[in-house]
């Protein structure tokens, strides 16, 4: 009797809801997981082009995203002043750039914000930021008690929704930051059903807060970076076809 063999288990089909070029990076990983991943950004990033202050008066560089780096390198080609970096995508997008001395932070906004304390005092910071920022830097170094660090914020770019985004059907959906789920959610208003019993797996718990109110189970990393947002994923995907 020849026993026929059984046929490979269907991938899993993954959302990536973030904007390029990171959305194809994050393609690349999903695909060393065994999982489809689905690029469909409901973002845009769109550089801009602010007048440049003397970088001279700055001790340092403060990047919260790899956006930011990209934007303000493409503004001057120097490199000489330190960075510090909000985790080790961002800091390996500087170091991408040609800067040298970088620092990454490997966390959020208030991690990058004790690093700085620890580090720097008495001196002018200059943050290449997003038109809508994700957190207060500033903010963030008074309650670290910083030492008379001062934040000079410098806007380089801007991200847009996406004005249609129609994804085939998914298992689970990336949200890589609080902009991202505030479009998801926006998208989900129109589309509800299509997100039930989907894994919602969120990089950060504000970037899973705007999804809360539609009642979705979302699966929270424990640090805000891709390597564990990956693992959750997994891990939750792992749960959801584990059997009764």
Request: with cysteine; hydrophobic share 50%; charged share 20%.
């Amino acid at each position: 009797m020849t026993v026929s063999p059984r046929p490979a288990p269907a991938k899993p089909r993954v959302w990536i809801t973030r904007a390029e070029p990171g959305a194809s990076r994050t393609a690349a990983r999903l695909r060393d997981l065994g999982c489809e991943p689905l690029i469909q950004p409901l973002l845009a990033v769109e550089p801009l082009t602010p007048p440049l202050p003397d970088l001279d008066r700055f001790a340092a560089l403060a990047f919260t995203s790899a956006n930011g780096v990209a934007a303000f390198a493409a503004l001057t080609p120097r490199r000489d002043r330190p960075v510090f970096a909000v985790g080790e995508a961002t800091a390996g997008a500087a170091r991408e750039a040609g800067f040298v001395a970088v620092r990454s932070a490997d966390g959020d906004l208030t991690d990058l914000a004790r690093l700085i304390a620890a580090e720097l005092s008495e001196v002018v910071l200059l943050a290449p930021l997003a038109e809508t920022p994700a957190g207060n830097l500033a903010a963030a170094l008074d309650a670290a008690q910083a030492r008379n660090v001062a934040v000079q914020p410098l806007t380089v770019y801007r991200t847009a929704w996406a004005a249609r985004v129609d994804p085939p059907a998914f298992d689970a959906v990336l949200v890589h930051s609080p902009r991202a789920a505030q479009a998801l959610a926006a998208w989900a208003a129109s589309s509800p059903a299509r997100l039930a019993g989907v894994v919602c797996a969120c990089i950060s718990a504000a970037a899973a807060a705007p999804l809360t109110p539609l009642g979705l189970t979302t699966a929270v990393s424990e640090r805000p970076n891709e390597t564990t947002l990956l693992k959750t994923l997994k891990a939750a995907l792992g749960k959801r076809d584990a059997p009764v």
